[in-house]
């Protein structure tokens, strides 16, 4: 089963590297870009029957730092109906 | 602790990319006259009868994941956190400082640096806290020079944390001087009980007077003999 994680600063947390990227944009001419936020994708294999709580539990402890990071948890393929 | 000063029992962890380990180890051994014990990361246990414990600066595990992320989880840390849990005095430099956050011993996080770039120079730093082992030999409020080498010191916590550590005593030392976009200037935490500091400054990397200023200087040397003075007077 493949899960894709993506972990992203909280809201109100500074993003310098998405503030440089916004500014880039800018500079090439992209008009009406409101805001820029750099995250991180962390694409799973893991057996079929693991469970949310296993994933979550992986996210708290490992995947994303809770103080600075939300995290979203994506199931890239479903299992055959 | 029970240390006599013959016998201060001072470690340093070694993990995968750190690259201030033997400059801490030297540090130390400079004021204690003992020789400093060399712990590996892959480490179950910690040696017995340590007296204090540092983690020093560098790029554990190539900073992969999050600064400091992987090594916080190695097999050494487990062991950290019981013996620090205990009462034993931990320093965390640079990518030590990460790797006790995110170990969950000190509160908050350190962000890539506000301006993005890596900065490595000998910055100003205001003494905030003098009642802790690693800053009982410094005057309040007084200037310090310590070296900063990093590209990830910019200390966030929520305002409730900062408001915290800052009504306990808890910030040891903040910047003089715009550096990094840490909050509130913080340049280095304390825990609940203040035995454990995390910094981003080098201390290490200011032992001896060098023959220019912008060489670090003595300043560092001090929280050593701070610690040593604290613990082995207790």
Same mark, same amino acid.
């Given at each position: 089963?493949? +899960?894709?994680?993506? +972990?992203?600063?909280?809201?109100?947390?500074?993003?310098?590297?998405?503030?440089?990227?916004?500014?880039?944009?800018?500079?090439?001419?992209?008009?009406?870009?409101?805001?820029?936020?750099?995250?991180?994708?962390?694409?799973?294999? @893991?057996?079929?029957?693991?469970?949310?709580?296993?994933?979550?539990?992986?996210?708290?402890?490992?995947? #994303?730092?809770?103080?600075?990071?939300?995290?979203?948890?994506?199931?890239?393929?479903?299992?055959?109906? | 602790?029970?240390?006599?000063?013959?016998?201060?029992?001072?470690? @340093?962890?070694?993990?995968?990319?750190?690259?201030?380990?033997? !400059?801490? #180890? +030297? $540090?130390?051994?400079?004021? /204690?006259?003992?020789?400093?014990?060399?712990?590996?990361?892959? !480490?179950?246990?910690?040696?017995?009868?340590?007296?204090?414990?540092?983690?020093?600066?560098?790029?554990?595990?190539?900073?992969?994941?999050?600064?400091? &992320?992987? #090594?916080?989880?190695?097999?050494?840390?487990?062991?950290?956190?019981?013996? &620090?849990?205990?009462?034993?005095?931990?320093?965390? =430099?640079?990518?030590?400082?990460? =790797?006790? /956050?995110?170990?969950?011993?000190?509160?908050?996080?350190?962000?890539?640096?506000?301006?993005?770039?890596?900065?490595?120079?000998?910055?100003?730093?205001? =003494?905030?806290?003098?009642?802790?082992?690693?800053?009982?030999?410094?005057?309040?409020?007084?200037?310090?020079?310590?070296? @900063?080498?990093?590209?990830?010191?910019? %200390?966030? *916590?929520?305002?409730? /944390?900062?408001?915290?550590?800052?009504?306990?005593?808890?910030? *040891?030392?903040? %910047?003089?001087?715009? @550096?990094?976009?840490?909050?509130? !200037?913080? #340049?280095?935490?304390?825990?609940?009980?203040?035995?454990?500091?995390?910094?981003?400054?080098?201390?290490?990397?200011?032992?001896?007077?060098?023959?220019?200023?912008?060489?670090?200087? $003595?300043?560092?040397?001090?929280?050593?003999?701070? =610690?040593?003075? $604290?613990?082995?007077? +207790?």
């Amino acid at each position: 089963m493949k +899960v894709r994680i993506l +972990v992203s600063l909280k809201p109100g947390v500074l993003d310098p590297q998405g503030r440089a990227v916004h500014h880039a944009l800018d500079g090439l001419g992209f008009a009406g870009v409101e805001d820029v936020r750099i995250g991180r994708v962390v694409e799973l294999d @893991v057996a079929d029957d693991t469970s949310d709580e296993t994933l979550k539990s992986m996210c708290d402890k490992l995947l #994303a730092n809770t103080v600075i990071e939300d995290y979203a948890i994506e199931h890239v393929e479903k299992e055959p109906a | 602790m029970g240390a006599g000063s013959n016998a201060f029992k001072a470690g @340093v962890i070694t993990f995968p990319g750190s690259n201030c380990d033997r !400059d801490m #180890a +030297v $540090a130390l051994e400079a004021v /204690t006259g003992t020789p400093t014990i060399r712990i590996w990361h892959g !480490d179950a246990d910690l040696p017995k009868g340590l007296d204090f414990l540092a983690l020093p600066g560098g790029f554990s595990y190539g900073d992969y994941l999050r600064s400091g &992320a992987m #090594a916080a989880k190695s097999p050494i840390m487990r062991a950290v956190v019981t013996a &620090a849990e205990g009462g034993l005095p931990v320093l965390g =430099v640079c990518n030590g400082f990460q =790797v006790l /956050t995110e170990a969950g011993l000190l509160p908050g996080a350190l962000m890539r640096n506000a301006g993005q770039t890596f900065i490595c120079r000998t910055v100003p730093l205001k =003494v905030t806290n003098t009642s802790s082992p690693f800053t009982q030999g410094f005057d309040i409020g007084e200037t310090i020079r310590i070296p @900063v080498a990093h590209h990830d010191g910019n %200390y966030f *916590a929520d305002d409730a /944390t900062l408001d915290m550590l800052e009504g306990e005593g808890r910030v *040891a030392f903040r %910047y003089e001087e715009p @550096v990094n976009g840490s909050q509130r !200037d913080i #340049a280095g935490v304390l825990s609940a009980n203040g035995r454990i500091l995390g910094m981003m400054p080098h201390p290490e990397r200011a032992i001896e007077p060098a023959a220019h200023p912008s060489m670090g200087g $003595a300043d560092g040397k001090r929280l050593f003999e701070s =610690v040593l003075a $604290a613990l082995v007077s +207790v």
